[in-house]
């Protein structure tokens, strides 16, 4: 099923304290590898997700600017942390605190991608509801551009680097 034919709803399923969700892509996003707990919060089966593009779970509330900092961030072999809303195939929605890693071969070449995701800290996810829903926003009225500008200058009036900022905000849950 594309997530475009899904009917979405505001039901939120919340990940379990001790629940990790893996996947693993290969350099183009396409899902290699997903763990049992992937495809129990998804709500897609292995065979519905091997194959697939990763954005089969992308949620339309996920600002664009989000994913091209993700990619900025792991193609050139950077880990990357994000607060990412996802859609299951129920129309359903699910937050996760995901860390996304560079898989090398003995070259040194990036094959390939890692996911990992825990249960997101609820504050964080309250404070970063409103910088991506402003995102989204400034995407619809003004581009791709806006948004990202948006968030650099969010980063530089909190004097913080992404990475540092998102780490923070999850501390200990
Ligand atoms: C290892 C890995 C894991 C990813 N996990 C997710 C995810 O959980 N949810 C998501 O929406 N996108 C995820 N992405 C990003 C997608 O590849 C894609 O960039 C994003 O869904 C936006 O898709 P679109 O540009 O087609 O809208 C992941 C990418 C990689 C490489």
Redesign the pocket.
Known sequence: MKNNQININNNEIKMQENDFIV???NAK?IITYCNEIFMHMSDYSENELLGQ???I???PD?P?AA?KL??DF?SSGKEFFAY?K?LRKDGSYYW?F?N?TADYDSSGKIIG???V?RKPNDQAIKTIIPIYSKMLELEKSSGLKASVSYLLKFLEDNNVQYNDLILSLQGDL
């Open positions: 996947s693993k892509t996003g593009n990763h954005n779970i992308r949620h996920m664009k994913f993700a990619w792991i990412v996802n996760v995901a996304i991608y890692t996911s995701r």
